[in-house]
């Protein structure tokens, strides 16, 4: 019997250099290199009409100072990814504004210099002459288009989408009962502890540029800078080293910074690196949420959904260079885990002048399930019936899958989930929240999501066994603290029978691995994870074919165990894998540890060469997994008791049960790390974090002073429960979890609060005030 | 001089450099990290004569005659401190980047309560933030370094 080591709770691999301060983040990269500062616009909408650099050019230590002019590819506009045909007005910005400045924080000029403190210094010196325009700062205002944003975009309409299955108006006309809801969510922020950073070097006699870069997409940063920089992508490098969090906004194809450190690195024959500080984070950084819903639902009186209409506004801010995702996603995720017989959701994705929105952790879904969720919400009320008893009576069943939904999913192809058992996610939950604990200003929370994950198109791994038979592993995707290199170990370990510890893991770096996609959409273990699995398989393939020569067996009796090939039921005849990868690297010189079994004069199991006719010297082996067209499909239900202080408004979980369903678990601690800290980030985004923007555009509240994220004392222990529903899209039968826990809380404390202070909750986030102000007007 | 991890170590180079800038760039010691400049997040959390400190809202000048430890000189290069082993067996870090602040500020809570009640653990960690976890792992390993440590 071999041991197996997916679904163990393997302690993380990756702790110790954390623990002890020896990882390695962008900005510990150091290697005297100079560094940058930005000038940013302190306008939301401005013209720029002149731009003098010469004082701060003549600070001491400053090296040089780069405004669009100084630019090759100054008037260039960045890269749009994920062109959609909907979006129509598609615009993205300039690395460096020269003409306009569209929100605060737009990068205007940068600044390099022997340290960060004459930089900052110099910064100060660059004098910028702006002539302020109309402002445009919320979706409803850009609706409105008194103002635009771009003056070539009209109604500051950047696209539109509709899609419809069945015939909405229709059955909304026949259903015996209709409600109409108006739902906002306001902008947020995802704020990983560590902000951005990039660091780069130009090897000019090597013609090769290394770049280090917070990113979660480094392949993709890569080929970006050889296109852009005329280099041989072989030529360019680009590591995600240790990444202080990503959630979402640590992947564009540009920052102004991605180009700018590289550019500057080549031009001034000096490693450049630029840190981010938090105070720009703030406005610099890619946001999320901003979205008005309208609702309208038909449903039968047991409270059957029959028909539901879905008309929102996403506020894409400045420009769209992530596309229109976030309301695609949000348009397919509306329907959840419920049968909706007929469904018809349009958005229009509005320019503002503010920062650009990419995704952040849930990407859409948390609005997703907020209108989902409150509407059934308001269903129950509306017919006096029990909020669960409203779910169980539209939930999809174990039998309905595949489900096709009938809108578009993010991958260009059709919605379809894959597997689930919802039903058993409601009633295991409910079984374990328990009766109402006593106190007043006490109430039930419900909220049930499903998330699609694990998008393609596609990852690769590569496995090898060294001579020495350490086991290294290396994927493109990187990490932000996710456990890869302990997941994808224990992965690699089942298929090659060695303990996980012996499996080291790189992740995100060009130099072992070119090909690949990114870390988002709670795709890594999905696809990367896969990916590993069959490139292990791989391996151990050609190992047993290796072993078998030598051991004069046929490969199919041997099995990789303990670190050994061996026969199968007899574990003595058989060789050690370390041995198995020198005998895959035939030498004319032995080095000891076992080589010369493997020198051209030791005896061999056949004449001829020294490998099999077909056999590639080297034990090792890379694998891809594609996704067949379409997600897989993760559910899950929170519920939670919660009291709210009357005289401060305070919210307290008394107790908080999650049960997900992502497939099968590779690693259920990791897991449940995931899962905590995704609530966490979700009880910051319903109750506590605001992105306060005021008429002007600017930002009220840029500091961790006044946005306000949960410590430790916000936060309940959340009670997992796990269920898994294989997926039968890939090999593992496992679904993504990242952005699980995230998604549904603020439907769920919305659903609280209601319940406990008898109000009509129709916006995230919520705030004591809110609460406070919310009660009032019902007295 | 400033003395650090034991060490009597070279003064800033510049009056104007924060204790935080100092530790990471001139000392090298880079397990010090810096989250928000601000003294809010707890990142840059060291030791100074063994009590919680943010690096971020002192300059280097200033921790002249102190001495400072930093995630570095918690448990050298031997074996894991208490607390790290605690974190590590608790799942109590994600990205990390926040793990060296919160073991320092375990460190300077445990001196000062041994054994920690659930609203003493509450409050000795409530001046860091950590974006990942989600808090129950890191308060799971509180109590299990105030174990560790008897």
Not at chain 1, 546 to 569: N, S, W
Not at chain 2, 4 to 22: A, F, I, K, W
Request: proline share 7%.
């Amino acid at each position: 019997m071999t041991t197996r080591w997916f679904g163990e709770r393997v302690l993380r691999l990756e702790d110790e250099r954390f623990l002890r301060g020896t990882g390695l983040y962008t900005d510990d990269v150091g290697e005297s290199a100079l560094e940058g500062c930005f000038v940013r616009s302190p306008y939301a909408h401005a013209r720029i009409t002149a731009i003098d650099a010469s004082a701060a050019k003549a600070v001491p230590g400053v090296v040089a100072v780069y405004t669009a002019a100084d630019l090759p590819f100054g008037k260039t506009d960045l890269p749009l990814l994920i062109p959609h045909p909907s979006l129509t007005h598609g615009r993205t910005q300039k690395c460096l504004a020269y003409e306009v400045v569209r929100y605060v924080g737009e990068a205007v000029a940068f600044v390099v210099a022997e340290s960060r403190y004459v930089a900052e210094d110099a910064a100060d010196q660059v004098l910028v002459e702006y002539e302020p325009l109309p402002v445009v700062i919320t979706p409803e205002t850009a609706e409105r288009a008194e103002q635009l944003v771009h003056a070539d975009v009209p109604g500051n309409l950047a696209a539109e989408l509709r899609q419809e299955s069945g015939d909405v108006e229709v059955e909304l006309a026949k259903a015996p009962h209709n409600l109409r809801l108006r739902l906002r969510f306001e902008r947020g922020g995802a704020h990983p502890l560590e902000a951005r950073a990039v660091w780069a070097r130009w090897h000019e006699r090597e013609g090769k540029l290394t770049v280090y870069d917070s990113t979660q997409s480094p392949t993709s940063i890569r080929g970006g800078l050889a296109m852009l920089f005329g280099l041989a992508e072989t030529s360019v490098e680009v590591i995600a080293p240790d990444v202080g969090g990503g959630f979402g906004p640590k992947i564009m194809l540009f920052y102004p910074d991605e180009l700018l450190v590289p550019f500057a690195a080549m031009q001034l024959g000096r490693p450049v690196k630029w840190t981010e500080d938090r105070r720009e984070h703030f406005t610099a950084v890619n946001q999320e949420r901003g979205q008005v819903h309208e609702v309208r639902v038909g449903y039968d009186r047991d409270g059957r959904l029959l028909a539901l209409d879905v008309d929102f506004i996403h506020d894409a801010g400045a420009y769209t260079p992530y596309g229109i995702i976030l309301p695609i996603i949000t348009a397919a995720q509306v329907p959840g885990p419920y049968r909706v017989p007929s469904y018809r959701v349009r958005f229009r994705a509005l320019y503002t002048n503010a920062t650009p929105t990419s995704p952040y952790r849930g990407a859409g879904r948390p609005h997703a399930c907020f209108v989902m969720e409150r509407t059934l919400d308001a269903i129950a009320r509306d017919l006096g019936l029990e909020r669960a008893e409203v779910r169980r009576r539209n939930l999809l069943q174990p039998g309905d899958f595949p489900h096709e939904v009938g809108v578009g999913w993010q991958d260009g192809g059709r919605v379809v989930y894959d597997s689930g058992n919802y039903p058993a996610l409601l009633e295991t939950t409910l079984k374990h929240l328990g009766p109402k604990p006593p106190g007043e200003h006490v109430g039930l929370g419900l909220a049930m999501y499903v998330e699609g994950t694990g998008v393609g198109p596609y990852e690769g791994a590569h496995v090898q066994v060294l001579v020495n038979g350490q086991v290294v592993a290396s994927t493109g995707i990187p990490t932000q603290g996710q456990g890869h290199q302990t997941v994808f170990a224990q992965v690699v370990a089942d298929e090659l029978g060695v303990r996980p510890e012996q499996v080291a893991v790189t992740t995100g770096d060009t130099r072992r691995f070119q090909w690949g996609v990114g870390t988002f959409a709670s795709r890594a273990a999905v696809t990367a994870g896969n990916a590993m699995a069959v490139a292990a398989r791989n391996v151990a393939l050609k190992a047993r074919r290796i072993a078998a020569e030598h051991l004069e067996v046929d490969p199919e009796d041997l099995e990789l165990a303990d670190g050994m090939v061996r026969v199968k039921g007899a574990p003595d005849r058989g060789l050690p894998l370390a041995a198995v990868a020198i005998l895959s690297n035939p030498l004319r010189y032995a080095f000891g540890g076992g080589a010369e079994i493997a020198t051209p004069f030791q005896a061999r199991p056949r004449p001829g060469p020294p490998l099999p006719e077909g056999e590639a010297p080297g034990l090792e082996a890379t694998g891809y997994y594609s996704p067949p067209l379409g997600s897989t499909w993760a559910a899950g239900c929170h519920a939670a008791w919660v009291a709210i202080d009357p005289d401060t408004y305070r919210l307290r979980f008394l107790k908080y049960v999650v049960t997900h369903d992502c497939g099968r678990v590779i690693n259920p601690l990791v897991l449940e790390g995931q899962i905590q800290g995704g609530v966490a980030q979700g009880i910051g985004g319903a109750f506590y974090e605001r992105l306060a923007y005021d008429s002007d555009g600017q930002l009220r509240n840029a500091s961790f002073m006044e946005f306000l994220m949960p410590y430790a004392t916000e936060v309940p222990e959340v009670e997992i429960h796990h269920q898994e529903t294989p997926s039968p899209l890939n090999p593992l039968g496992i679904k993504g979890a990242g952005e699980a826990g995230t998604i549904p809380v603020g439907a769920m404390v919305a659903s609280a609060i209601e319940d406990a202070l008898g109000v009509r909750i129709t916006e995230m986030p919520l705030s004591p005030l809110k609460l406070f102000e919310l009660s009032r007007a019902r007295c | 001089m400033i003395r650090v991890n034991g060490v009597e170590r070279p003064g800033p180079t510049s009056v104007r450099l924060l204790l935080s800038d100092y530790v990471r760039h001139e000392l090298g010691l880079t397990g010090t990290h810096v989250g928000c400049e601000h003294g809010v997040c707890g990142c840059c959390t060291v030791l100074l004569d063994g009590r919680p400190v943010r690096s971020c809202l002192m300059l280097a000048v200033q921790a002249g005659r102190h001495e400072v430890t930093t995630i570095e000189g918690l448990a050298g290069e031997g074996e894991l401190h208490p607390i790290q082993r605690a974190f590590h067996e608790c799942h109590a870090l994600q990205c990390g980047f926040c793990t060296p602040g919160f073991v320092l500020a375990v460190a300077g809570l445990l001196a000062k309560h041994p054994h920690p009640s659930e609203t003493e653990i509450d409050e000795g960690i409530s001046g860091n933030l950590c974006r990942c976890t989600g808090y129950a792992s890191i308060r799971r390993a509180v109590q299990r370094a105030a174990e560790l440590t008897g």
